[in-house]
């Protein structure tokens, strides 16, 4: 089972994690991202690789 953390107080609500993962795993909620779908991911890590604040982590 996939790990997603989100470390909120880096989040600057941006969207691009939103905007880059093929599955749908976050929205934003306000000004921060939310985890909506974690069952989906497929562990591609292009949320965290684009994440400009680096508040993303992924671990299987």
């Known amino acids: 089972m996939v790990d997603i953390k989100v ?3 880096l989040c600057t609500g941006c969207g ?5 993962c093929p599955v749908g795993v ?3 909620d306000g ?3 939310k985890i909506v ?3 989906e991911c497929i562990e591609c890590l292009a ?3 684009q994440c400009p ?3 993303l982590s992924v671990e299987s």
């Open 7 to 9: 470390e909120i107080d």
């Open 37 to 39: 779908n974690k069952d």
């Open 26 to 28: 976050y929205e934003l």
């Open 16 to 20: 691009t994690c939103v905007d880059v």
């Open 53 to 55: 604040s680096g508040c």
């Open 31 to 33: 000004d921060k991202v």
């Open 47 to 49: 949320c965290v690789d």
